[in-house]
């Protein structure tokens, strides 16, 4: 089941701090954030897995609620170059022997000067 | 770069044709995802190799099929196209399969159906 980003798009000024929520009815094992600048592929940002630990970007920071299965990703001082659509992807086992990476529907940063 | 290569970079054909989109996975990375990402729908998993067997299914529809080789390079077979079908089609590779695996995604194949 796809997860619920919000808000679907925000605009900043530069040096603004932004904050973009992903929701799940499901029980996820792990919270992905991805980034993709248009025209571009979808880059890794962060990894956050149940039980708190963390793979990932060291200037931006996410959290991860397991028990309400919602994820929020932090964007401080923002700049140029977060501008882009942010994906986050949820995790969680398929039943089929495998666990399966859902993508929500984006949330799309513009920052401007 | 990624590191993962897909090619072609743009594909033009017409319905009820088939084409083939292939991806070279990171060095050492063992595990293949496939993606279709079109404007109203976002990134849609469609099917998943891990060291040359089929992991994981998503959306993925009859027409189409994939597989994995001996030298983990993988190829996302499109047959009978539909207008439907056109989209940016992207590949990603991790290292191993399993829960926790960062993605990292080819710059994609976007196929245009005339």
């Known amino acids: 089941q796809q997860p619920v980003q919000s808000p679907q798009a925000v605009i900043l000024r530069e040096g603004e701090d932004a904050v973009i929520n992903c929701s799940s009815s499901k029980a996820l094992y792990s919270v992905h954030w991805y980034r993709q600048k248009h025209g571009e592929a979808p880059v890794f940002l962060m990894i956050?897995?149940?039980?708190?630990e963390q793979k990932g970007h060291d200037k931006i920071s996410a959290s991860f609620n397991e028990k309400k299965q919602q994820s929020s990703l932090y964007l401080t001082a923002s700049q140029l170059s977060y501008s882009g659509t942010y994906f986050c992807?949820?995790?969680?086992?398929?039943?089929?022997?495998?666990?399966?990476?859902?993508f929500g529907k984006g949330t799309k940063l513009s920052v401007i000067p | 770069d990624s590191g993962v290569t897909q090619t072609p970079k743009h594909l033009i054909t017409a319905t009820g044709q088939r084409v083939t989109l292939r991806c070279s996975p990171r060095?050492?990375?063992?595990?293949v995802y496939w993606y279709q990402q079109s404007l109203d729908q976002g990134l849609q998993f469609l099917i998943q190799?891990?060291?040359?067997?089929?992991?994981a299914k998503g959306n993925i529809l009859e027409r189409f099929s994939a597989q994995q080789f001996p030298d983990l390079h993988s190829e996302l077979n499109l047959s009978s196209l539909e207008l439907g079908d056109s989209a940016l089609y992207f590949c990603a590779s991790s290292a191993r399969t399993g829960a926790g695996q960062p993605q990292h995604f080819g710059d994609g194949t976007r196929l245009s159906i005339l």
């Open positions: 992807g949820t995790e969680l086992w398929s039943g089929a022997g495998s666990y399966q990476l859902t």
């Open positions: 956050l897995l149940k039980g708190g």
């Open positions: 190799y891990y060291n040359g067997e089929e992991r």
């Open positions: 060095s050492g990375d063992l595990s």
